[in-house]
């Protein structure tokens, strides 16, 4: 699910985010339902916008390849933008840079790979290979691991089958091992032939997912230097397939894949139980706020994200009585108003994008 507050000043704040509110966007059955939701922010660092994603579970991770090339995507659709196209986005893994080809698909510099142990990070020491490896017991079962980070961790399991997996025991169990202090990603990878690779994936605060885009990368990254694979390849997810190129001259590692608008919609307030309430003053908003001095250590949208730290105190709390005003000043047709509008631009863009040149 994506947001689009590049034109709002304080958009982190008017969209209101809680953990328990992604929570409920994220739910299949009585939310929208997603593995996160992803805001385009105005920029902080002189790039083109600036995103932060949310994990299903209301965590924060550093950086989701999936979830830029949707972003990117998104971005052209919105703006009307056709090949060649390509954006400067603040990540908190650093610059990503995706572009749309000509083809329709996005094409992403993912950068260079993290392969040091303080890095990724991870408690396994770097080996022979050129990457930290080990050996880790999982619910008594051995599994060689090796780590690679991409602005976040992942831990690669190679399999002789990837579909015997018993993904949601052993994912769970190896996303939160010792050996990864921050937690990890969780790739079981089988390898059909040096340019070709089958995936499973346990995404950190998602679970099962149908594809990770920083996955792909570290998985190539790590075959690659394990000597199970070329610099390229592709590699098969549930999802659909990913080319990834780890460029010998460069360094960097090359993303590119599919990315199709399924639906524009909008979010009832009642999915927020706004309807008779309104948010406790101690909800955690996933919001970055302008900190009197005296707060100016406490950052809500990290360190608040079990509970506000500073009730009597809180550095948020003018955000939320913002974003309570104005709920409480528009009605639910105003809401859908506004969203049409921006549904309408969108549906307009991609009608445009794929009607056929006329001669």
Do not use: K
Request: hydrophobic fraction near 45%; charged fraction near 25%; proline fraction near 8%.
């Amino acid at each position: 699910m994506l947001l689009d507050g590049r034109s709002l000043e304080d958009s982190e704040e008017l969209f209101g985010l809680t953990p328990e509110r992604v929570q409920r966007l994220c739910d299949r059955r009585f939310g929208v339902g997603g593995d996160g939701v992803i805001l385009a922010l105005p920029p902080r660092e002189g790039g083109e916008l600036r995103m932060r994603i949310f994990n299903a579970d209301g965590s924060e991770p550093e950086m989701c390849g999936n979830g830029i090339r949707c972003l990117a995507r998104f971005l052209a659709d919105s703006d009307g933008d056709v090949a060649p196209r390509r954006w400067e986005v603040e990540t908190l893994a650093g610059r990503i840079v995706p572009a749309l080809a000509d083809d329709g698909r996005i094409r992403v510099d993912m950068g260079a790979p993290f392969l040091t142990p303080e890095t990724i990070p991870t408690a396994l020491d770097v080996g022979v290979e050129g990457l930290p490896v080990g050996v880790l017991e999982v619910l008594g079962q051995p599994l060689a691991v090796a780590a690679a980070g991409m602005g976040n961790p992942h831990a690669v399991v190679p399999v002789d089958d990837v579909a015997a997996i018993d993904l949601d025991t052993l994912g769970a169990a190896l996303e939160v091992h010792e050996a990864f202090p921050a937690r990890t990603n969780v790739h079981f990878v089988e390898v059909i032939a040096p340019d070709h690779l089958v995936m499973r994936v346990w995404e950190r605060g998602a679970g099962p997912t149908l594809a990770c885009g920083t996955g792909a990368c570290a998985t190539l990254v790590a075959c690659h230097l394990l000597g199970l694979a070329n610099r390229q390849a592709r590699l098969d997810l549930p999802g659909g397939p990913l080319e990834i190129d780890w460029d010998e001259v460069s360094g960097h590692v090359f993303m590119t894949g599919p990315a199709e608008a399924v639906f524009d919609g909008v979010v009832a307030p009642s999915l927020f139980g706004l309807g008779d309430e309104r948010p406790a003053a101690a909800a955690t908003p996933l919001v970055e706020t302008d900190p009197s001095p005296a707060q100016a250590s406490l950052d809500c949208a990290t360190v608040c994200i079990n509970g506000c730290l500073r009730p009597e105190a809180c550095a948020s709390a003018d955000a939320r009585a913002r974003v309570t005003a104005l709920l409480e000043g528009l009605s639910l047709d105003d809401l859908v108003a506004l969203a049409g509008e921006s549904l309408e631009s969108r549906t307009r863009g991609r009608l445009s994008r794929d009607e056929p040149a006329v001669p």
